[in-house]
Protein backbone atom coordinates (compact mmCIF):
# COMPACT_ATOMS: atom_id res chain seq x y z
CA UNK A 1 0.00 0.00 0.00
CA UNK A 2 0.87 2.92 -1.06
CA UNK A 3 -0.51 5.26 1.40
CA UNK A 4 1.51 7.04 3.62
CA UNK A 5 0.00 11.05 5.68
CA UNK A 6 1.17 13.35 3.50
CA UNK A 7 3.67 15.71 4.32
CA UNK A 8 1.54 18.49 4.81
CA UNK A 9 -0.09 16.28 7.76
CA UNK A 10 2.84 14.97 9.42
CA UNK A 11 3.98 18.11 9.30
CA UNK A 12 1.14 19.96 11.82
CA UNK A 13 2.16 19.53 15.31
CA UNK A 14 0.16 16.88 17.38
CA UNK A 15 -3.53 18.21 17.69
CA UNK A 16 -3.07 20.09 21.21
CA UNK A 17 -6.70 18.50 22.99
CA UNK A 18 -5.62 14.77 21.65
CA UNK A 19 -3.14 15.04 23.75
CA UNK A 20 -5.07 15.92 26.68
CA UNK A 21 -7.66 13.20 25.86
CA UNK A 22 -5.57 10.73 25.90
CA UNK A 23 -3.46 11.81 28.86
CA UNK A 24 -6.89 12.39 30.94
CA UNK A 25 -7.96 8.71 29.39
CA UNK A 26 -4.33 7.22 30.60
CA UNK A 27 -5.58 9.19 34.32
CA UNK A 28 -8.97 7.90 34.35
CA UNK A 29 -8.19 4.27 33.49
CA UNK A 30 -5.89 4.10 36.26
CA UNK A 31 -8.72 5.06 38.48
CA UNK A 32 -8.58 8.52 38.67
CA UNK A 33 -11.75 10.67 38.90
CA UNK A 34 -11.01 13.50 36.29
CA UNK A 35 -12.03 16.78 36.34
CA UNK A 36 -11.47 18.18 32.87
CA UNK A 37 -11.24 22.35 32.73
CA UNK A 38 -9.34 21.69 29.36
CA UNK A 39 -11.70 22.35 26.86
CA UNK A 40 -13.27 25.77 25.71
CA UNK A 41 -16.88 24.41 24.73
CA UNK A 42 -19.73 26.22 26.14
CA UNK A 43 -22.08 24.19 28.94
CA UNK A 44 -25.29 25.56 28.44
CA UNK A 45 -27.55 24.60 25.93
CA UNK A 46 -28.51 27.34 23.23
CA UNK A 47 -31.30 29.59 23.91
CA UNK A 48 -35.00 28.30 22.91
CA UNK A 49 -35.64 30.93 20.72
CA UNK A 50 -33.22 29.42 18.34
CA UNK A 51 -33.46 25.96 18.80
CA UNK A 52 -37.43 26.77 18.22
CA UNK A 53 -36.67 28.29 15.00
CA UNK A 54 -34.52 25.60 13.91
CA UNK A 55 -37.31 23.15 14.67
CA UNK A 56 -39.97 25.42 13.05
CA UNK A 57 -37.50 25.54 9.78
CA UNK A 58 -36.70 22.03 9.31
CA UNK A 59 -40.29 21.13 9.87
CA UNK A 60 -41.38 23.87 7.27
CA UNK A 61 -43.50 21.80 5.05
CA UNK A 62 -44.06 24.97 2.95
CA UNK A 63 -40.14 25.27 2.21
CA UNK A 64 -39.65 23.20 -0.80
CA UNK A 65 -35.47 23.39 0.00
CA UNK A 66 -34.92 22.80 3.39
CA UNK A 67 -33.26 19.49 2.91
CA UNK A 68 -31.18 21.14 0.13
CA UNK A 69 -27.52 22.67 -0.26
CA UNK A 70 -27.22 25.54 2.00
CA UNK A 71 -24.88 27.14 -1.06
CA UNK A 72 -27.59 26.96 -4.03
CA UNK A 73 -30.22 28.12 -2.12
CA UNK A 74 -29.26 30.11 1.14
CA UNK A 75 -31.65 31.62 3.47
CA UNK A 76 -31.57 34.88 2.32
CA UNK A 77 -32.09 36.65 5.07
CA UNK A 78 -29.22 35.73 7.09
CA UNK A 79 -26.53 37.94 5.22
CA UNK A 80 -28.98 40.57 6.22
CA UNK A 81 -29.03 39.55 9.69
CA UNK A 82 -25.11 40.00 9.60
CA UNK A 83 -25.22 43.03 8.06
CA UNK A 84 -27.75 44.47 11.07
CA UNK A 85 -25.88 42.84 13.35
CA UNK A 86 -22.76 44.34 12.60
CA UNK A 87 -24.06 47.75 12.17
CA UNK A 88 -25.94 47.94 15.40
CA UNK A 89 -23.06 46.00 17.11
CA UNK A 90 -19.34 47.58 15.47
CA UNK A 91 -21.14 50.22 13.56
CA UNK A 92 -19.75 48.56 10.76
CA UNK A 93 -21.72 49.28 7.51
CA UNK A 94 -21.55 46.01 5.17
CA UNK A 95 -22.24 45.75 1.88
CA UNK A 96 -24.28 41.90 0.42
CA UNK A 97 -21.15 41.36 -1.37
CA UNK A 98 -18.38 41.96 1.98
CA UNK A 99 -20.40 38.56 3.71
CA UNK A 100 -20.00 34.85 3.11
CA UNK A 101 -21.81 32.72 5.58
CA UNK A 102 -19.39 29.75 7.19
CA UNK A 103 -19.65 26.91 8.60
CA UNK A 104 -18.02 28.07 12.00
CA UNK A 105 -14.77 29.80 12.06
CA UNK A 106 -12.59 26.89 12.34
CA UNK A 107 -13.20 25.74 9.27
CA UNK A 108 -13.17 29.32 7.26
CA UNK A 109 -9.90 29.71 8.97
CA UNK A 110 -8.19 26.82 7.57
CA UNK A 111 -9.87 27.04 4.32
CA UNK A 112 -8.88 30.90 3.77
CA UNK A 113 -5.32 30.56 3.43
CA UNK A 114 -6.01 28.15 0.23
CA UNK A 115 -7.64 30.84 -1.56
CA UNK A 116 -4.43 33.15 -1.17
CA UNK A 117 -1.08 31.71 -0.18
CA UNK A 118 1.35 29.66 -2.16
CA UNK A 119 3.53 27.14 -1.49
CA UNK A 120 6.20 29.11 -0.30
CA UNK A 121 4.56 32.27 1.07
CA UNK A 122 4.32 33.76 4.91
CA UNK A 123 1.87 34.57 6.35
CA UNK A 124 1.95 36.30 10.22
CA UNK A 125 0.16 35.24 13.38
CA UNK A 126 0.67 36.24 16.75
CA UNK A 127 1.83 33.51 19.16
CA UNK A 128 0.51 31.59 22.12
CA UNK A 129 -2.30 31.61 19.74
CA UNK A 130 -5.12 29.54 18.09
CA UNK A 131 -3.37 26.44 16.07
CA UNK A 132 -5.55 26.78 13.25
CA UNK A 133 -3.75 29.99 12.04
CA UNK A 134 -1.07 27.72 11.10
CA UNK A 135 -2.58 24.99 10.31
CA UNK A 136 -4.22 26.71 7.49
CA UNK A 137 -1.18 28.13 6.62
CA UNK A 138 0.71 24.65 6.36
CA UNK A 139 -2.44 23.04 4.49
CA UNK A 140 -1.37 26.04 2.06
CA UNK A 141 2.00 25.13 1.84
CA UNK A 142 2.99 28.74 3.20
CA UNK A 143 5.27 29.44 6.47
CA UNK A 144 4.27 30.86 9.96
CA UNK A 145 5.96 33.43 10.89
CA UNK A 146 4.62 34.11 14.36
CA UNK A 147 4.91 37.56 16.60
CA UNK A 148 5.34 36.70 20.16
CA UNK A 149 2.31 38.52 22.48
CA UNK A 150 3.90 39.42 25.71
CA UNK A 151 2.73 40.12 29.39
CA UNK A 152 5.02 43.34 29.13
CA UNK A 153 2.99 44.53 26.11
CA UNK A 154 -0.43 43.78 27.11
CA UNK A 155 -0.14 40.77 24.86
CA UNK A 156 -0.10 42.76 21.62
CA UNK A 157 2.36 42.11 18.93
CA UNK A 158 4.91 44.62 18.69
CA UNK A 159 4.42 44.87 14.58
CA UNK A 160 7.25 47.19 14.35
CA UNK A 161 9.51 44.67 15.47
CA UNK A 162 8.45 42.75 12.50
CA UNK A 163 12.15 41.67 10.36
CA UNK A 164 11.76 43.82 6.62
CA UNK A 165 12.07 40.44 5.36
CA UNK A 166 9.10 38.99 6.54
CA UNK A 167 7.23 42.62 5.96
CA UNK A 168 8.16 42.09 2.47
CA UNK A 169 6.99 38.48 2.49
CA UNK A 170 3.98 38.34 4.47
CA UNK A 171 0.61 38.35 3.13
CA UNK A 172 -1.52 37.54 6.22
CA UNK A 173 -1.53 39.08 9.52
CA UNK A 174 -4.03 36.83 12.16
CA UNK A 175 -4.90 39.06 14.78
CA UNK A 176 -7.52 37.55 17.62
CA UNK A 177 -9.13 39.98 20.34
CA UNK A 178 -10.47 39.18 22.92
CA UNK A 179 -7.52 36.77 22.49
CA UNK A 180 -7.60 32.75 22.99
CA UNK A 181 -5.70 31.79 24.87
CA UNK A 182 -4.38 34.80 26.82
CA UNK A 183 -7.81 36.58 27.45
CA UNK A 184 -6.36 39.86 26.50
CA UNK A 185 -8.51 42.81 24.64
CA UNK A 186 -7.60 45.53 22.79
CA UNK A 187 -9.16 49.05 21.90
CA UNK A 188 -9.88 50.58 18.20
CA UNK A 189 -6.57 52.61 18.82
CA UNK A 190 -4.53 48.87 18.89
CA UNK A 191 -6.57 48.29 15.33
CA UNK A 192 -5.94 51.62 13.79
CA UNK A 193 -1.96 51.02 14.40
CA UNK A 194 -2.73 47.44 12.95
CA UNK A 195 -4.45 49.00 9.63
CA UNK A 196 -1.68 51.48 9.16
CA UNK A 197 0.99 48.53 9.55
CA UNK A 198 -0.80 46.34 6.90
CA UNK A 199 -1.28 49.32 4.72
CA UNK A 200 2.26 50.24 4.45
CA UNK A 201 3.65 46.65 4.54
CA UNK A 202 0.44 45.45 1.42
CA UNK A 203 -1.01 42.92 3.54
CA UNK A 204 -4.34 41.93 4.78
CA UNK A 205 -5.13 41.66 8.43
CA UNK A 206 -7.56 38.54 9.11
CA UNK A 207 -9.40 39.28 12.32
CA UNK A 208 -10.46 36.31 14.38
CA UNK A 209 -13.94 37.82 16.50
CA UNK A 210 -14.99 34.91 17.77
CA UNK A 211 -15.01 36.09 21.80
CA UNK A 212 -15.93 39.81 20.60
CA UNK A 213 -19.25 38.95 22.26
CA UNK A 214 -17.70 37.55 25.53
CA UNK A 215 -17.07 40.21 27.81
CA UNK A 216 -17.32 41.63 31.13
CA UNK A 217 -17.67 44.54 33.86
CA UNK A 218 -19.10 46.80 30.59
CA UNK A 219 -16.27 46.61 28.64
CA UNK A 220 -17.25 46.67 24.60
CA UNK A 221 -14.82 44.66 22.14
CA UNK A 222 -14.61 46.93 18.80
CA UNK A 223 -14.25 45.25 15.24
CA UNK A 224 -11.32 45.51 13.68
CA UNK A 225 -13.19 47.00 10.69
CA UNK A 226 -14.41 50.02 12.98
CA UNK A 227 -11.53 51.40 11.81
CA UNK A 228 -11.66 54.36 9.24
CA UNK A 229 -11.31 52.25 5.50
CA UNK A 230 -10.43 48.94 6.91
CA UNK A 231 -12.40 47.48 4.43
CA UNK A 232 -9.14 47.37 2.22
CA UNK A 233 -7.35 45.90 4.86
CA UNK A 234 -9.46 43.38 6.72
CA UNK A 235 -11.28 41.01 7.06
CA UNK A 236 -13.19 39.62 9.84
CA UNK A 237 -13.96 36.00 10.75
CA UNK A 238 -17.04 36.50 13.16
CA UNK A 239 -18.82 32.69 14.38
CA UNK A 240 -22.11 32.56 16.94
CA UNK A 241 -20.37 29.66 18.46
CA UNK A 242 -18.89 31.14 21.72
CA UNK A 243 -21.38 34.26 21.30
CA UNK A 244 -24.92 32.32 21.36
CA UNK A 245 -23.60 28.92 23.02
CA UNK A 246 -24.06 27.05 19.60
CA UNK A 247 -20.21 25.22 19.14
CA UNK A 248 -21.96 22.36 17.39
CA UNK A 249 -23.55 24.21 14.75
CA UNK A 250 -21.26 25.29 12.49
CA UNK A 251 -22.21 28.93 12.04
CA UNK A 252 -20.84 32.21 11.32
CA UNK A 253 -19.54 34.52 8.66
CA UNK A 254 -16.27 35.89 6.79
CA UNK A 255 -16.66 39.93 6.35
CA UNK A 256 -15.00 42.88 5.51
CA UNK A 257 -12.17 43.21 2.39
CA UNK A 258 -14.21 41.83 -1.05
CA UNK A 259 -11.62 40.25 -2.71
CA UNK A 260 -10.85 38.66 0.74
CA UNK A 261 -14.72 37.34 0.97
CA UNK A 262 -14.72 36.03 -2.58
CA UNK A 263 -11.47 34.10 -2.12
CA UNK A 264 -13.15 32.31 0.69
CA UNK A 265 -16.41 31.70 -1.27
CA UNK A 266 -14.95 30.23 -4.00
CA UNK A 267 -12.65 27.84 -1.43
CA UNK A 268 -16.21 26.95 -0.29
CA UNK A 269 -17.97 26.33 -3.49
CA UNK A 270 -15.02 23.91 -4.38
CA UNK A 271 -15.06 22.33 -0.83
CA UNK A 272 -18.26 22.22 0.75
CA UNK A 273 -21.99 23.21 -0.02
CA UNK A 274 -22.66 25.03 2.67
CA UNK A 275 -24.60 24.95 5.88
CA UNK A 276 -27.86 23.61 6.44
CA UNK A 277 -30.88 25.96 5.87
CA UNK A 278 -32.79 25.69 9.45
CA UNK A 279 -29.17 26.14 11.19
CA UNK A 280 -29.06 29.73 8.85
CA UNK A 281 -32.55 30.20 9.59
CA UNK A 282 -32.09 29.94 13.66
CA UNK A 283 -28.62 31.73 13.27
CA UNK A 284 -30.43 34.70 12.02
CA UNK A 285 -33.09 34.59 14.67
CA UNK A 286 -29.52 34.23 17.40
CA UNK A 287 -28.13 37.81 15.71
CA UNK A 288 -31.52 39.38 15.62
CA UNK A 289 -32.01 38.73 19.49
CA UNK A 290 -27.96 39.22 20.26
CA UNK A 291 -29.31 41.76 22.73
CA UNK A 292 -31.61 39.62 24.79
CA UNK A 293 -29.71 36.17 24.09
CA UNK A 294 -25.80 37.32 25.19
CA UNK A 295 -26.12 39.16 28.57
CA UNK A 296 -27.11 35.84 30.32
CA UNK A 297 -24.44 33.70 29.03
CA UNK A 298 -21.58 36.51 30.12
CA UNK A 299 -23.59 36.36 33.60
CA UNK A 300 -22.56 32.49 33.77
CA UNK A 301 -19.04 33.57 32.80
CA UNK A 302 -18.81 36.46 34.84
CA UNK A 303 -19.28 34.01 37.83
CA UNK A 304 -17.44 31.22 37.42
CA UNK A 305 -14.26 33.85 36.28
CA UNK A 306 -14.40 35.32 40.33
CA UNK A 307 -15.37 32.57 41.37
CA UNK A 308 -12.41 31.12 40.23
CA UNK A 309 -10.29 33.95 40.37
CA UNK A 310 -10.96 34.55 44.12
CA UNK A 311 -9.67 31.24 44.88
CA UNK A 312 -6.32 30.88 42.83
CA UNK A 313 -5.93 34.71 44.56
CA UNK A 314 -5.82 32.80 48.03
CA UNK A 315 -3.78 30.13 46.93
CA UNK A 316 -1.01 33.17 46.57
CA UNK A 317 -1.52 34.12 43.04
CA UNK A 318 -2.32 37.75 41.88
CA UNK A 319 -4.57 37.56 38.82
CA UNK A 320 -6.72 40.09 37.26
CA UNK A 321 -9.93 39.63 36.58
CA UNK A 322 -9.63 39.36 32.36
CA UNK A 323 -12.36 41.50 30.50
CA UNK A 324 -12.76 39.03 27.78
CA UNK A 325 -13.10 35.17 27.10
CA UNK A 326 -14.17 31.99 28.66
CA UNK A 327 -10.53 31.31 29.71
CA UNK A 328 -8.02 32.06 32.69
CA UNK A 329 -4.10 32.53 31.79
CA UNK A 330 -2.28 31.80 34.70
CA UNK A 331 1.00 31.54 35.31
CA UNK A 332 3.04 28.13 36.43
CA UNK A 333 3.38 28.22 40.05
CA UNK A 334 7.28 28.23 41.16
CA UNK A 335 8.57 24.85 41.71
CA UNK A 336 7.83 23.55 38.42
CA UNK A 337 9.33 22.30 35.43
CA UNK A 338 6.96 24.17 32.66
CA UNK A 339 3.73 24.01 32.15
CA UNK A 340 3.34 20.55 30.72
CA UNK A 341 5.30 19.78 34.30
CA UNK A 342 2.72 21.07 35.42
CA UNK A 343 -0.34 20.29 34.11
CA UNK A 344 0.90 16.41 34.45
CA UNK A 345 1.25 17.16 38.34
CA UNK A 346 -2.02 18.51 38.71
CA UNK A 347 -3.94 15.67 36.09
CA UNK A 348 -1.98 12.87 38.54
CA UNK A 349 -2.39 14.55 42.36
CA UNK A 350 -5.60 16.38 42.01
CA UNK A 351 -7.17 14.67 38.73
CA UNK A 352 -7.44 17.78 37.75
CA UNK A 353 -6.63 18.51 33.79
CA UNK A 354 -5.57 22.41 32.39
CA UNK A 355 -4.39 22.88 29.22
CA UNK A 356 -0.63 23.18 29.28
CA UNK A 357 0.46 27.11 28.19
CA UNK A 358 3.32 25.72 25.67
CA UNK A 359 0.66 23.94 23.50
CA UNK A 360 -0.31 27.46 21.90
CA UNK A 361 3.48 28.42 21.13
CA UNK A 362 6.63 28.72 22.86
CA UNK A 363 5.53 32.12 24.83
CA UNK A 364 2.97 29.95 26.46
CA UNK A 365 5.70 28.50 28.44
CA UNK A 366 5.16 29.08 32.12
CA UNK A 367 1.26 29.84 31.78
CA UNK A 368 -1.34 27.40 31.90
CA UNK A 369 -5.43 28.52 30.92
CA UNK A 370 -8.49 27.03 32.76
CA UNK A 371 -11.69 27.01 31.05
CA UNK A 372 -14.81 28.16 32.18
CA UNK A 373 -17.11 26.23 30.50
CA UNK A 374 -17.90 23.65 33.25
CA UNK A 375 -20.98 24.14 35.85
CA UNK A 376 -20.29 26.00 38.87
CA UNK A 377 -20.16 23.19 40.98
CA UNK A 378 -17.33 21.49 39.14
CA UNK A 379 -14.98 24.60 39.26
CA UNK A 380 -15.79 24.53 42.44
CA UNK A 381 -14.51 20.77 43.59
CA UNK A 382 -11.53 21.37 40.61
CA UNK A 383 -10.48 24.86 42.92
CA UNK A 384 -10.45 22.47 46.30
CA UNK A 385 -8.61 19.95 44.57
CA UNK A 386 -6.21 22.44 43.24
CA UNK A 387 -5.66 23.70 46.83
CA UNK A 388 -4.66 20.57 47.94
CA UNK A 389 -2.55 19.23 45.35
CA UNK A 390 -0.20 22.48 45.56
C1 LIG B 1 -13.34 28.60 19.34
C2 LIG B 1 -12.48 29.46 18.47
C3 LIG B 1 -12.76 29.65 17.11
C4 LIG B 1 -13.76 28.94 16.27
O1 LIG B 1 -14.88 28.48 16.71
P1 LIG B 1 -15.94 27.91 15.68
O2 LIG B 1 -16.78 27.06 16.54
O3 LIG B 1 -15.22 27.14 14.63
O4 LIG B 1 -16.63 29.07 15.10
C5 LIG B 1 -11.98 30.53 16.39
N1 LIG B 1 -10.97 31.18 16.96
C6 LIG B 1 -10.66 31.03 18.24
C7 LIG B 1 -9.53 31.79 18.80
C8 LIG B 1 -11.39 30.14 19.04
O5 LIG B 1 -11.03 29.96 20.31
Known sequence: MKLERSNRLQKLPPYLFADLRRKMAEARAKGVDVITLGIGDPDFPTADPVVKELVRAIDDKQDANRHRYGCDVPVEALPDAIQRFYARRFGVQLELD?????????????????????????ALATEPGYPTYNIGHTFAGAVTHYLPLLADNDYLPDLDATPAAVRRLGKLLWLNYPNNPTTAVCDLAFYERAVEFARANELLICSDLAY???TFDGFVAPSALAVDGAEDSVVEFFSLSKAFSMTGWRVGCAVGHRDAVAGLRSVQDNVDNGQLRAIQAAAVVALDHADELIPPINDVYRRRRDLVIATLNQLGWDLEAPKGTLYLWVPVPDGFDGSIAFAAHLLETAGVAVTPGIGYGEHGEGFFRISLTYPDKVLKEAMERLAGAL
Open 98 to 122: QIVVTMGSKDAIAKFPMAFLNPGDV
Open 212 to 214: SEN
